[in-house]
């Protein structure tokens, strides 16, 4: 196999939450290989999550974005790892991926033209959600809005042509068995450098 860059990106507020685990899982297997592994905890960063103008007048990024973005170029395979809210991301993890990816690094519009270049082409990416209902449900219900959100009108939109998806529900009321479960097949996949 050969060896990877990966980094692991956590975007649940709360460290104790079962994402953590899912993270750590994940870096279990990465660790059994010869591959090399990076981690942003958003929740630790110190920065604005607000994109308070919007693209027209961007604020100066505050040191951990900027290191957060040479992370991202480092990175060969981005995981992301993060529960489904409201049919969304959370909102800590929306202001980091408002405020990194923008223009001039991970794309550029072309002037007079609706169409834009992707800066961050080559790498690949798993997302690994936690729902708190089945995920054939949220399929079938809500056509799986954080999905397309995240993989399409995101990482696509950025050059990372190469995105699969995790879903792991339903969460709350799962049992252990059901948890320790999914954690083999997380560990699994890090272990793949998938």
């Known amino acids: 196999m050969k060896q990877k860059k990966i980094l692991i990106i956590k975007g649940h507020p709360d460290n104790d939450s079962y994402n953590y685990a899912i993270a750590e899982a994940y870096k279990r297997g990465v660790n059994k290989t010869s591959s090399e592994i990076r981690e942003i905890n958003i929740r630790d960063l110190n920065f604005n999550p607000n994109l308070q103008y919007g693209y027209k007048k961007r604020p100066v990024l505050e040191p951990d974005l900027v290191k957060a973005q040479e992370a991202i170029l480092w990175a060969e395979h981005l995981v992301w790892i993060y529960p489904v809210w409201w049919g969304s991301v959370p909102a800590i993890m929306k202001g980091f991926i408002d405020r990194v990816f923008h223009p001039g690094f991970a794309f550029k519009r072309r002037e007079k033209s609706y169409l834009w270049d992707r800066y961050l082409k080559g790498k690949t990416a798993r997302l690994i959600c936690t729902l708190d209902q089945p ?29 699969k998806i995790t879903t792991v529900g339903p969460v709350r009321l799962s049992s252990e068995k059901f948890r320790k479960n999914w954690l083999r097949k997380i560990e699994k996949l890090g272990e793949m450098n998938r």
């Open 135 to 163: 995920a054939w449900y949220y399929a079938l219900v809500y056509r799986k809005p954080s999905h397309n959100a995240m993989k399409k009108a995101t990482l696509k939109f950025v050059g990372i042509k190469r995105v």
